[in-house]
């Protein structure tokens, strides 16, 4: 079993950053790769990022702007989100999972951190 905790969510302007964090637990979570979607009011849950166990390969939907990486010493996973936009606005979840998914299909989801962008 994998925990996963969200942290890091918040209001921010538009055109700011946030810096989110999922601590991870359980068993070999560094060997996991990791992800994070997120799903705005009304809307189905989209990926944004994701990264291999290793740090290696890194995927993301506007690697412009969203940035993931990871701290397997500190079992966290991190997503730099840079020069916001309303429509940024979302609950963002971490997710785990033994390889990346292409899908939404992932083994284990956090709880979800709030971020609100104002325009």
């Known amino acids: 079993q994998v925990q996963l905790v969200e942290s890091g969510g918040g209001l921010v302007q538009a055109g700011g950053s946030l810096r989110l964090s999922c601590a991870a637990s359980?068993?070999?979570?560094?060997?996991?790769?990791m992800a994070w979607f997120r799903q705005a009011p009304g809307k189905e849950r989209e990926f944004v990022a994701a990264?291999?166990?290793?740090?290696?390969s890194t995927y993301s939907r506007d690697s412009a702007r969203f940035t993931i990486s990871r701290d397997n010493a500190k079992n966290t996973v991190y997503l730099q989100m840079n020069r916001l936009k309303a429509e940024d606005t979302a609950v963002y979840y971490c997710?785990?999972?033994?390889?990346?998914?292409?899908?939404?299909?992932?083994?284990?989801w956090g709880q979800g951190t709030q971020v609100t962008v104002s325009s």
């Open positions: 990264i291999d166990w290793s740090g290696g």
């Open positions: 997710a785990a999972s033994p390889q990346v998914v292409v899908t939404n299909l992932w083994d284990y």
């Open positions: 359980g068993r070999t979570v560094s060997s996991y790769a």
